[in-house]
């Protein structure tokens, strides 16, 4: 998964460079290729700087923070049923436990643990902006915290409509009570039981309080190069500036994975016979990884195209319009369910 | 033997962290020391079977309320902490106070264990979040209406506190 | 099988702490946070109740085993509530008194 978020800022310097009508990384390796493995090497090879002037323990333990609750994310997020191979199966998720009948035990409360760790990683930019004792980082992670803190809310709020249709916490029964077609007054409509069609604006909300709890355009005021020198992460340079980095991008493919589980159906998708039986058992896989790469491909398509919203901007649409649209799915989603059970 | 080996060491880092919230200087770090405390506490919620209740000390102790006391320590950024002479009161008869109040307290206990049992990772998922919201929106509805008035006095008030005086 | 007297200990010890941080500490954020302290440890025997009266039931109806965890649910409203009122006030008083120690805010005029 490192690898993949390393391969992640590849494929967005190529689709910015793209859409901004220049090629992108091309020199190391075909098509630039390599380019994540140079990056990887100067990171390493480059001064790591600690300031006399920072608090040292902070300095330190912030991007360590920051790092590890990013991955901690990625331990409750299913990615297919199971898998067997030379006889032994295991379930597709790194928390879950395979039973000897083929059942697959996830964590009850999935999700509140990972609006959990998004909560807990708030805590590596504010002590990261305080730890360097300097103007610009503590200007530029108090508006990050900020806002990562307002957008907390729509974020958690959005997501109760896929609570009040699935009934459970659970990632993995969230995206089993995702199978089947929808069913409209009898007829089988040939429409995939996915929660994104009745909950268009829950989607629509979660994914703006997702790009804005991962400091990302349009929201990327409190980090962005022209604003602030460079906000929270001013001082810091080599490995804890890499350790930031990745946590912003594994951030980034936890928020994809969790909008294919939610929204779109996860793993599921047409099933194809003609496939030999282990190209049957991966499928799911497959399906998986292509909608997590359309959601990261939105991420980066999304940066190249619009402008960031001015501070202000930022927190008077979280506040005053994104939290009350989302108390509205909530209610019209509850009417819903209740007038239909 | 697991559940008392998890209790001991989660135990002892809760009871190292409040220490260290008494013994240091600057409150920044009796606010992370504080952050430990509570995100410890979650783990031996978890080791009693409270899994929503645990799940909601991370998401609004440890990651709200405790967020809001190291912005607010940031912002008035008032520094280490002096020693000044204040009431000797507190000192002479509050000290002694607590510790007879915890070594009764604890005397109790530890004479009374034989009668209180024992508690047990329990495999019946009593502390489901369905259960608990069973509870909270039929049985105790009144009191849970009753705090949401409360949060939104407390905001109002807050709001009105933290003005400038212009 | 860990017994409930552990825990009860245990929450006896954060108590206590907490009280001594609010007797013996001058900075008011400081004391603020041993306030938050004592109410963690009133949560954590709340918790460790609501277990033992799952596993050990008693005739009587009117106790409901899971009621403790849903009292810890209110125990961190109030106590989320009381942190943001209490907050705002620090910081009107820090505006007006520019210091934290609780000694020197000890005359009601400045």
């Known amino acids: 998964m490192l690898t993949g978020v390393a391969y992640t800022t590849w494929l967005e310097r190529k689709v910015i460079g793209r859409i901004q009508n220049r090629w992108g990384p091309t020199r190391v390796g075909p098509f630039g290729l390599l380019q994540p493995l140079a990056d990887g090497v100067k990171f390493i090879l480059k001064e790591d700087l600690l300031p006399d002037y920072v608090h040292k323990g902070l300095f330190i333990l912030a991007p360590m923070l920051a790092l590890v609750m990013s991955l901690i994310s990625i331990a409750v997020i299913p990615f297919g049923e199971t898998i067997t191979i030379a006889g032994h199966t295991t379930a597709l998720q790194i928390s879950g436990i395979t039973h000897a009948g083929g059942g697959i035990s996830d964590i009850n409360i999935g999700l509140l643990i990972i609006l959990g760790v998004t909560s807990i990683g708030v805590y590596g930019v504010a002590l990261a902006g305080w730890s360097s004792n300097s103007k610009y980082s503590l200007l530029g992670s108090l508006r990050a915290s900020a806002q990562m803190i307002s957008y907390e809310l729509a974020l958690g709020l959005s997501l109760v409509g896929i609570l009040l249709l699935s009934g459970t916490l659970s990632l993995r029964e969230i995206v089993f009570s995702q199978s089947g077609n929808w069913v409209l007054g009898g007829h089988d409509t040939h429409v995939p039981h996915w929660f994104i069609f009745p909950q268009i604006v829950g989607f629509f909300i979660y994914l703006l309080a997702a790009y804005a709890e991962t400091n990302r355009i349009p929201f990327d005021m409190p980090e962005a190069e022209t604003e602030l020198v460079a906000g929270y992460h001013t001082e810091y340079s080599s490995m804890k500036f890499a350790m930031f980095f990745m946590a912003e991008y594994v951030n980034m493919f936890t928020v994809a994975c969790l909008a294919t589980l939610l929204f779109f159906g996860g793993w599921h998708g047409p099933h194809l016979g003609f496939l030999p039986p282990i190209g049957q058992a991966l499928l799911p896989v497959v399906y998986f990884a292509a909608k997590v790469f359309f959601f990261i491909f939105l991420y980066i398509w999304i940066r190249g195209t619009l402008p960031r919203f001015r501070y202000d901007q930022l927190m008077a649409f979280g506040w005053k319009f994104l939290l009350p649209l989302a108390i509205a799915n909530i209610i019209v989603t509850s009417l819903i369910v209740a007038w239909g059970a | 033997m697991v559940h008392q080996v998890l209790f001991i060491v989660f135990g002892l880092i809760c009871v190292a962290g409040a220490i260290n919230l008494l013994v240091q200087r600057h409150p920044i770090s009796s606010a992370l020391s504080l952050v430990v405390v509570m995100a410890s506490l979650a783990l031996i919620y978890l080791l009693l079977g409270a899994e929503f209740v645990a799940a909601i000390q991370v998401i609004v102790y440890a990651g709200a309320i405790m967020v809001l006391f190291v912005f607010v320590i940031m912002l008035l950024n008032a520094g280490a902490e002096e020693r000044t002479r204040g009431s000797r009161m507190a000192l002479i008869v509050g000290v002694p106070g607590v510790i007879i109040l915890a070594g009764t307290v604890g005397w109790m206990l530890v004479s009374g264990s034989g009668r209180l049992g024992t508690v047990s990772i329990s495999s019946s998922n009593f502390g489901e979040t369905h259960n608990i919201a069973h509870l909270l929106f039929r049985d105790f509805l009144l009191p849970f209406e009753i705090t949401s008035v409360l949060i939104l006095i407390a905001i109002m008030g807050a709001v009105v506190l933290g003005k400038r005086e212009n | ?110």
């Open chain 3, 1 to 110: 099988m860990v017994p409930l007297s552990w825990y009860l200990i245990l929450s006896g010890i954060l108590f206590s702490l907490g009280v001594l941080g609010f007797l013996l500490k001058r900075n008011i954020i400081t004391i603020f946070m041993s306030i938050e302290l004592m109410l963690n440890a009133v949560n954590l025997s709340f918790v460790a109740f609501a277990n033992y009266w799952n596993t050990h039931p008693v005739a009587d109806k009117s106790i409901v085993p899971l009621s403790g965890q849903v009292f810890v649910f209110f125990v961190m409203v109030v106590a989320a509530a009381e942190a943001a009122v209490g907050l705002a006030i620090i910081i009107s008083v820090f505006r007006t008194r520019e210091t934290l120690n609780v000694d020197r805010v000890n005359l009601l005029k400045l």
